[in-house]
């Protein structure tokens, strides 16, 4: 039998040779600025696509138990090697992995298994590990990649706060994209301007027409591929838009700040050496002032939309889960609070995928949310198929005659 594909930490540092690399659409404008990296250190690194034919074909080399994340990943990669007649020694698959109660962390070694199965050995899956915040990737990669999370990140936050207010249908999306393709440029050349690029793109959106309205602003926290996931989650945030709120999505970069923070709090209960403590903290500060940076570029929009210090988050969550208990369950609880607290959300959504273990743990516990404090959570699960975000007609429609009766009182 031969041996299975190449599941590694490290090999992304060198110099790609050509290589295709395959990155997962769980966000879609992050998953384009990492492959803009990626390209510029030889590899023809690109998203991978997403459909409902990747879907089912994930869906039929995977066990059927899987969370759909799963099989949404390894159809398009299954995909995207037939459908190009690919050398699969020449392919690579960017498969982070992760820790906690959650079956995210088997995928690689799961794709291992079925890319043996389908004679494609040669395939290499790179995935770094959340236990020790992708150390596996040197940090210079680290940053760069980190860099593009946030951006993206603002980006889509930058849209979702303009979008639903303007007067020109389909003007938002424009300038956002014209602007995500200066960003994948930067990155590709490795001129690296993305901060001018971002001031630039800021000062765009900023002068979008927009109707003097009010809407219903409603928080989505969740697993982060799913809720992260346009395709699968059905164009949630749309959707919310559709029905007359404004959506305001937790951040990918949260779970890095989550790995980085998690690290150093084991570190310290396991009392890891003086140097490991520090490096830690030297990395956890440099991400921080990446992100105050770039929230200060956006400040002319974002002001109001700056995201709660991680700490701040655990904190929240660790008032229903340990800490220990890692994963994305203490963040969803802790910025679903924090939504409500701190942002004065009217509702939240709970986004996870079906059979997700995070995701049902979370829904037991939002009915005493709920209770706390005075707000709607609605949760839904998504496994590719139905409605499921018909779920928040009923809300929305409550949220946004109550905004109109109090705008007329």
Same mark, same amino acid.
């Given at each position: 039998?031969?041996?299975?594909?190449?599941?590694?930490?490290?090999?992304?540092?060198?110099?790609?040779?050509?290589?295709?690399?395959?990155?997962?659409?769980?966000? /879609? @404008?992050?998953?384009?600025?990492?492959?803009?990296?990626?390209?510029?250190?030889?590899?023809?690194? $690109?998203?991978?696509?997403?459909?409902?034919?990747?879907?089912?074909?994930?869906?039929?080399?995977?066990?059927?138990?899987?969370?759909?994340?799963?099989?949404?990943?390894?159809?398009?990669?299954?995909?995207?090697?037939?459908?190009?007649?690919?050398?699969?020694?020449?392919?690579?698959?960017?498969? /982070?992995?992760?820790?906690?109660?959650?079956?995210?962390?088997?995928?690689?070694?799961?794709?291992?298994?079925?890319?043996?199965?389908?004679?494609?050995?040669?395939?290499?899956?790179?995935?770094?590990?959340?236990?020790?915040?992708?150390?596996?990737?040197?940090?210079?990669?680290?940053?760069?990649?980190?860099?593009?999370?946030?951006?993206?990140?603002?980006?889509?936050?930058?849209?979702?706060?303009?979008?639903?207010?303007?007067?020109?249908?389909?003007?938002?999306?424009?300038?956002?994209?014209?602007?995500?393709?200066?960003?994948?440029?930067?990155?590709?050349?490795?001129?690296?301007?993305?901060?001018?690029?971002?001031?630039?793109?800021?000062?765009?959106?900023?002068?979008?027409?927009?109707?003097?309205?009010?809407?219903?602003?409603?928080?989505?926290?969740?697993?982060?591929?799913?809720?992260?996931?346009?395709?699968?989650?059905?164009?949630?945030?749309? $959707?919310?838009?559709?029905? &007359? &709120?404004?959506?305001?999505?937790?951040?990918?970069?949260?779970?890095?700040?989550?790995?980085?923070?998690?690290?150093?709090?084991?570190?310290?209960?396991?009392?890891? &050496?003086?140097?490991?403590?520090?490096?830690?903290?030297?990395?956890? #500060?440099?991400?921080?002032?990446?992100?105050?940076?770039?929230?200060?570029?956006?400040?002319?929009?974002? #002001?109001? $939309?700056?995201?709660? #210090?991680?700490?701040?988050?655990?904190?929240?969550?660790?008032?229903?889960?340990?800490?220990?208990?890692?994963?994305?369950?203490?963040?969803?609880?802790?910025?679903?609070?924090?939504?409500?607290?701190?942002?004065?959300?009217?509702?939240?959504?709970?986004?996870?995928?079906?059979?997700?273990?995070?995701?049902?743990?979370?829904?037991?516990?939002?009915?005493?949310?709920?209770?706390?404090?005075? @707000? /709607?959570?609605?949760?839904?699960?998504?496994?590719?198929?139905?409605?499921?975000?018909?779920?928040?007609?009923?809300?929305? #429609?409550?949220?946004?005659?109550?905004?109109?009766?109090?705008?007329?009182?």
């Amino acid at each position: 039998m031969p041996a299975g594909p190449r599941v590694e930490e490290r090999r992304m540092d060198g110099p790609g040779g050509g290589k295709h690399l395959f990155i997962p659409p769980m966000c /879609p @404008m992050g998953a384009r600025l990492v492959a803009a990296i990626f390209r510029s250190r030889g590899y023809r690194a $690109r998203m991978l696509e997403e459909n409902d034919e990747t879907l089912a074909l994930g869906l039929k080399h995977t066990g059927g138990g899987e969370c759909v994340p799963c099989p949404c990943t390894t159809g398009s990669l299954l995909h995207a090697i037939r459908s190009e007649n690919l050398d699969p020694n020449q392919v690579v698959f960017f498969m /982070p992995t992760a820790s906690g109660p959650c079956r995210f962390g088997q995928y690689a070694r799961l794709d291992e298994i079925i890319l043996q199965r389908l004679g494609w050995p040669g395939v290499q899956i790179f995935s770094p590990s959340a236990e020790n915040a992708y150390a596996g990737m040197a940090l210079s990669t680290r940053k760069r990649l980190f860099r593009a999370v946030m951006l993206a990140d603002i980006v889509r936050k930058l849209s979702m706060k303009v979008r639903p207010y303007e007067r020109e249908a389909g003007a938002t999306d424009a300038v956002i994209e014209a602007g995500l393709r200066r960003l994948e440029e930067t990155f590709e050349t490795g001129r690296d301007r993305d901060r001018e690029i971002l001031a630039g793109l800021v000062d765009e959106v900023a002068r979008i027409p927009a109707r003097d309205e009010r809407r219903p602003l409603v928080g989505v926290v969740g697993e982060i591929f799913v809720r992260s996931d346009p395709f699968i989650n059905m164009d949630l945030c749309r $959707r919310i838009e559709e029905l &007359g &709120g404004e959506a305001w999505l937790a951040p990918l970069g949260e779970w890095i700040l989550y790995t980085a923070e998690n690290t150093r709090r084991v570190a310290a209960e396991t009392r890891a &050496g003086a140097l490991t403590r520090v490096r830690q903290w030297l990395e956890t #500060h440099w991400f921080l002032a990446g992100e105050r940076a770039y929230y200060d570029i956006a400040d002319p929009v974002l #002001h109001d $939309r700056r995201e709660p #210090h991680l700490p701040e988050i655990m904190e929240e969550g660790m008032r229903y889960l340990p800490w220990q208990f890692e994963g994305e369950a203490i963040l969803t609880l802790g910025r679903a609070a924090l939504f409500r607290k701190r942002d004065s959300v009217q509702a939240v959504v709970n986004a996870s995928p079906m059979f997700c273990m995070p995701g049902t743990v979370t829904t037991s516990i939002f009915p005493r949310m709920e209770r706390e404090l005075g @707000m /709607p959570v609605i949760c839904n699960f998504y496994d590719g198929s139905g409605d499921p975000n018909q779920s928040l007609v009923p809300t929305m #429609h409550y949220l946004c005659e109550a905004m109109r009766a109090g705008a007329g009182a």
